[in-house]
């Protein structure tokens, strides 16, 4: 069973910066294809904020410059760097990972994460 659990979020000024961690446990995030940051405001449809592929990554056009995703294969986790942060970044933010076997596609979401950026 493939779980993620997500951690450091909290209240952060407007121009603060954030370090949320995404620790996956009964998989090597080294076997999965792909990992990923997301994000819901109220009111708002998810979004996809970060990806990491192999070893490609990509942003949302809002953050990039400001966030950068990476990971630690050693320590099975995932990081989302958040610089300069924003009050409209407010957000539950959920780590994702997704893979395929045999066919099958795996799609497994952590709790989340709460971010508030104050003005």
């Known amino acids: 069973q493939v779980r993620l659990v997500e951690s450091g979020g909290g209240l952060v000024q407007a121009g603060g910066s954030l370090r949320l961690s995404c620790a996956a446990s009964?998989?090597?995030?080294?076997?999965?294809?792909?990992m990923g940051w997301h994000r819901q405001a109220p009111g708002k449809q998810r979004e996809l904020v970060a990806a990491i592929t192999g070893g490609s990554t990509n942003y949302a056009d809002s953050v990039k410059g400001r966030f950068t995703i990476s990971r630690d294969n050693a320590k099975n986790t995932m990081y989302l760097q958040m610089n300069s942060l924003k009050p409209e970044d407010t957000a539950v933010y959920y780590c994702?990972?997704?893979?395929?076997?045999?066919?099958?596609?795996?799609?497994?979401w952590g709790q989340g994460t709460q971010v508030t950026v104050s003005s």
């Open positions: 994702n990972a997704n893979w395929r076997q045999f066919g099958v596609p795996y799609d497994y």
């Open positions: 009964g998989r090597t995030i080294f076997s999965i294809n792909a």
